[in-house]
């Protein structure tokens, strides 16, 4: 197994860094102050926060051991981070090494990176996979997922590995849309295709007896929004089988140790919307540098003609101008209501490293497999079916 020491121990192959790894949770507690002055000094995402990751560490993958690499200069400030945790996963018999991204899982984690400086991404990046290189005998896999696609860290990965190493694919499109700080509302919506309909909905509940709409983002008001949030999500999904987003007792605990988190450092915005005292929808938002995301929402299907969402949606946007913020990112999915809105769109992707056995080529083939298999039943049933089938499964996971 990887050892802290084998990262710590004399030089490194880049002279100028100084390459070691934190390998447990509670060494991570102590690196929030570092990490976020690194985070906001850098250009990576919002889910490469320690806000975001600890979290995970604690509630979604105990036995995802954390092997968080640390570069630092000649001064000892930290430059670079790349979040990893090692987990051993058994294939048809055979362990199998795998190092990924902490916050991969369960969470919805997008545009996942190494964070570094602003302009020593591909220095801090090739440090790293450097270190990985000299230590393959200690891994099987390597698993970046969720990538943006334009970043350094997949052309450094194949200098480092070999062009013919690394393997890429895509993963998720991300609606997003630029925003002009100071433009009147009215005229994004303009340039929307909901104006009228939004127009008309809002006109309605705003003569609604208690209606308005509440935005939460200090760390001690967060406990009855996030109730309301989950139970609006569940409701919204309940017809189909139960919700992929936020699933389970863990990812809500999560959820709730996350947001109080990135409220604490000003980067949480919860909207709820409430008619005659009751919520009735709710979005779960999130700030980072100048760009608001939409990570989650909710509603009551009973008011589902009364377009809820598509209203609370549209005061989300109101809001980001407001605030001056330069983009509305969607994250990942392609959902026809997040069309409506936006015009622009980002790819995610992957790469994957086998390390110098034979377990990583074992571990992707098995996938491959498992895939084609997949494939094969889908490409007999309809689509009515197929649907069916996930709505099943979706109901006997949220049973247990």
């Given at each position: 197994?990887?050892?802290?020491?084998?990262?710590?121990?004399?030089?490194?192959?880049?002279?100028?860094?100084?390459?070691?790894?934190?390998?447990?949770?509670?060494?991570?507690?102590g690196m929030r102050a570092e990490w976020n002055a690194?985070?906001?000094?850098?250009?990576?995402?919002?889910?490469?926060?320690?806000?975001?990751?600890?979290?995970?560490?604690?509630?979604?993958?105990?036995?995802?051991?954390?092997?968080?690499?640390?570069?630092?200069?000649?001064?000892?400030?930290?430059?670079?981070?790349?979040?990893?945790?090692?987990?051993?996963?058994?294939?048809?018999?055979?362990?199998?090494?795998?190092?990924?991204?902490?916050?991969?899982?369960?969470?919805?984690?997008?545009?996942?990176?190494?964070?570094?400086?602003?302009?020593?991404?591909?220095?801090?990046?090739?440090?790293?996979?450097?270190?990985?290189?000299?230590?393959?005998?200690?891994?099987?896999?390597?698993?970046?997922?969720?990538?943006?696609?334009?970043?350094?860290?997949?052309?450094?990965?194949?200098?480092?590995?070999?062009?013919?190493?690394?393997?890429?694919?895509?993963?998720?499109?991300?609606?997003?849309?630029?925003?002009?700080?100071?433009?009147?509302?009215?005229?994004?919506?303009?340039?929307?295709?909901?104006?009228?309909?939004?127009?008309?909905?809002?006109?309605?509940?705003?003569?609604?007896?208690?209606?308005?709409?509440?935005?939460?983002?200090?760390?001690?008001?967060?406990?009855?929004?996030?109730?309301?949030?989950?139970?609006?999500?569940?409701?919204?999904?309940?017809?189909?089988?139960?919700?992929?987003?936020?699933?389970?007792?863990?990812?809500?605990?999560?959820?709730?140790?996350?947001?109080?988190?990135?409220?604490?450092?000003?980067?949480?915005?919860?909207?709820?919307?409430?008619?005659?005292?009751?919520?009735?929808?709710?979005?779960?938002?999130?700030?980072?540098?100048?760009?608001?995301?939409?990570?989650?929402?909710?509603?009551?299907?009973?008011?589902?003609?009364?377009?809820?969402?598509?209203?609370?949606?549209?005061?989300?946007?109101?809001?980001?101008?407001?605030?001056?913020?330069?983009?509305?990112?969607?994250?990942?999915?392609?959902?026809?209501y997040k069309a409506d809105w936006v015009t622009k769109?980002?790819?995610?992707?992957?790469?994957?490293?086998?390390?110098?056995?034979?377990?990583?080529?074992?571990?992707?083939?098995?996938?491959?497999?498992?895939?084609?298999?997949?494939?094969?039943v889908k490409s007999v049933l309809t689509d009515e079916?197929?649907?069916?089938?996930?709505?099943?499964?979706?109901?006997?996971?949220?049973?247990?």
């Open positions: 197994m990887i050892r802290e020491d084998e990262l710590t121990s004399g030089p490194q192959v880049a002279p100028k860094l100084d390459v070691a790894a934190v390998g447990s949770a509670s060494q991570l507690s690194l985070l906001d000094a850098s250009t990576a995402g919002p889910f490469n926060a320690w806000e975001w990751l600890y979290p995970w560490c604690r509630r979604i993958s105990p036995d995802v051991r954390p092997l968080v690499l640390t570069a630092r200069d000649r001064l000892g400030t930290l430059v670079g981070l790349l979040p990893l945790g090692l987990e051993h996963r058994w294939v048809n018999g055979v362990r199998v090494r795998r190092l990924g991204f902490l916050g991969e899982t369960h969470v919805g984690s997008d545009y996942l990176d190494v964070v570094a400086r602003k302009g020593r991404e591909a220095e801090v990046a090739r440090a790293f996979f450097q270190v990985l290189q000299g230590l393959r005998d200690e891994w099987d896999v390597l698993d970046l997922t969720d990538l943006r696609e334009g970043s350094v860290t997949l052309g450094v990965a194949r200098e480092v590995f070999g062009d013919t190493n690394v393997r890429k694919t895509d993963r998720y499109v991300c609606p997003y849309e630029t925003l002009v700080p100071g433009e009147p509302f009215d005229a994004f919506l303009k340039r929307t295709g909901r104006r009228d309909n939004y127009l008309r909905r809002r006109k309605w509940l705003e003569k609604q007896d208690g209606y308005r709409i509440e935005r939460t983002d200090a760390p001690g008001d967060l406990a009855g929004p996030m109730t309301d949030f989950f139970r609006l999500h569940a409701l919204r999904w309940s017809s189909d089988g139960g919700s992929q987003g936020i699933k389970g007792a863990g990812v809500e605990a999560f959820h709730r140790d996350a947001t109080q988190l990135l409220a604490e450092r000003g980067r949480l915005r919860m909207y709820t919307m409430k008619v005659g005292g009751q919520a009735v929808a709710s979005v779960y938002g999130i700030l980072h540098e100048k760009s608001f995301v939409y990570f989650q929402s909710g509603y009551d299907p009973a008011w589902r003609n009364r377009s809820v969402g598509l209203v609370l949606v549209g005061e989300t946007f109101k809001d980001a101008i407001d605030m001056g913020m330069t983009e509305y990112d969607f994250l990942r999915g392609t959902e026809s769109q980002r790819q995610t992707v992957s790469l994957r490293v086998h390390g110098a056995g034979m377990g990583g080529a074992w571990f992707t083939q098995t996938e491959e497999l498992a895939r084609k298999a997949r494939n094969a079916l197929v649907e069916k089938v996930r709505r099943l499964r979706r109901r006997k996971a949220a049973v247990h």
